[in-house]
């Protein structure tokens, strides 16, 4: 599995693509390279692409602990950096897969994470929710 992310100078939109198998471990790993990034900032949105994602290896209680994971270091955070409007996390799903697993990553995070969430089987409508005008690839 490979995490590959990049953080746009412009709009400060994280993007981030991942392949192969797409277990907690490569979740957890990325997510530690994002946090030590000289670019990462409180409240950034992201885009997620799940499109190379051949095999999924995340449950139920998997996406809960991602959810945890975000929501300590969202607590984390001082107040200034918590306030403004609310991150944006478009994630990318054209498989029925990816497509369901992001939307129990969304219902779960609902309430829990100080984020809106959208998950997309275009990739268009997803850079339409991030206000991106030019597709990334």
Known sequence: MSFPFKIDSGTQVVH???TGLLDLQAVFE???AYLAHPLQRAGQSCLVDLS???RFA???PGVCDVVDRLKTVQDSRSASDREGAAPRHALYAPSDIAFGTS???QSIAKGVLRAEIGVF???AEAHRFLDLEVAVS
């Open 58 to 60: 995340i449950d139920f």
């Open 16 to 18: 981030v693509r991942f």
């Open 52 to 54: 190379r994602v051949e």
């Open 30 to 32: 990325g997510f530690a």
């Open 103 to 105: 939307r129990m990553y």
């Open 121 to 123: 089987r275009d990739l």
